[in-house]
């Protein structure tokens, strides 16, 4: 507005925060991203614990490109997503792209897809661009997990529950991430009745030599294995983890004792 002149009604619509208008002034290196569409994914695989030689699945994990080419971790996207109400683009290019680069190196295996909840304020809208990519690339729906970790938990569960009966109404398969790193996770175990459980792994670290870990860990394993739910254990480095795992019967695991997030996906793993 010119100086000389004075607010009028219809110049409240365009009224914002400042802290607001900062945080979008300040995230100009996020939005040429997203404008670019210049993300990309490393790829961790999920092996069965039993024979570790097994790739099950690929985790798909995103990674943004700089003006240098350089690589950006999610966390800093995410962060300056939150603050700038970027959350939405974010997600779903995280998605398409991970879409876009499991076609583009011919994945065989299942894809976990992580996603961001609070990022998704209409399902049927919101998502329908990431069912269109499936079907264009020619996936069987059975093939894509997505991931909702427990500090992207919306706070309103029934919003929630829309969220996961749009994916399962289009028969992909749901995973609840990160279990055990917060206080409701047994609770949203019955509530949202996931294909999978991710055991945090914070919960598996030292899990042979720590027996509160021990008895928490082997509770839900038994109860996901009483349930039907096949549990995936992440962060696995060392193998008395793995053999404590495979004493408990969990069903997968994740870690860099098997493979780090690579760009290429390995298509074999040791057997351990």
């Known amino acids: 507005m010119a100086s000389a002149q004075e607010p009028?009604?219809?110049?409240?619509?365009?009224?914002?925060?400042?802290?607001?208008?900062?945080?979008?002034?300040?995230?100009?290196?996020?939005?040429?991203?997203?404008?670019?569409?210049?993300?990309?994914?490393?790829?961790?695989p999920i092996v069965y614990t039993e024979d570790t030689s097994r790739i099950f699945a690929q985790e798909a994990l995103l990674r943004g490109i700089d003006e240098n080419r350089s690589l950006i971790a999610p966390g800093p996207m995410l962060?300056?997503?939150?603050?700038?109400?970027?959350?939405?683009?974010?997600?779903?290019?995280?998605?398409l792209t991970a879409i876009r680069e499991?076609?583009?190196?011919?994945?065989?295996?299942?894809?976990?897809?992580?996603?961001t909840p609070t990022a998704i304020y209409d399902p049927a809208f919101c998502l329908r661009s990431t069912v269109s990519a499936v079907e264009?690339?020619?996936?069987?729906?059975?093939?894509?997990?997505?991931?909702?970790?427990?500090?992207?938990?919306?706070?309103?569960?029934?919003?929630?529950?829309n969220i996961l009966s749009f994916y399962r109404d289009a028969g992909f398969l749901i995973a609840l991430d990160d279990l055990g790193a917060g206080y409701s996770s047994l609770n949203l175990i019955h509530q949202l009745r996931p294909d999978f459980i991710k055991l945090d792994m914070e919960l598996v670290?030292?899990?042979?030599?720590?027996?509160?870990?021990?008895?928490?860990?082997?509770?839900?394993?038994?109860?996901?294995?009483?349930?039907?739910?096949?549990?995936?254990?992440?962060?696995?480095?060392?193998?008395?983890?793995?053999?404590?795992?495979?004493?408990?019967?969990?069903?997968?695991?994740?870690?860099?004792?098997i493979a780090k997030p690579v760009?290429?996906?390995?298509?074999?793993?040791p057997r351990i």
């Open 263 to 269: 760009a290429q996906p390995v298509t074999s793993t």
């Open 205 to 257: 670290r030292n899990v042979h030599q720590d027996p509160y870990k021990a008895v928490i860990t082997e509770k839900i394993l038994d109860i996901a294995q009483s349930l039907n739910i096949k549990t995936i254990a992440e962060g696995v480095e060392c193998q008395e983890e793995l053999r404590w795992l495979r004493t408990h019967n969990a069903t997968f695991v994740q870690g860099y004792l």
């Open 8 to 44: 009028q009604l219809r110049d409240f619509s365009r009224i914002t925060k400042l802290s607001e208008f900062v945080n979008l002034s300040q995230s100009g290196w996020l939005l040429k991203m997203l404008a670019a569409e210049s993300f990309t994914n490393h790829f961790q």
């Open 102 to 115: 499991a076609v583009r190196l011919g994945l065989a295996n299942r894809i976990f897809i992580n996603f």
């Open 136 to 161: 264009q690339a020619g996936i069987a729906h059975e093939n894509v997990v997505f991931e909702v970790t427990e500090s992207e938990r919306a706070q309103d569960i029934s919003h929630l529950k």
């Open 79 to 95: 962060s300056v997503a939150r603050e700038a109400n970027l959350l939405f683009q974010l997600d779903r290019v995280a998605r």
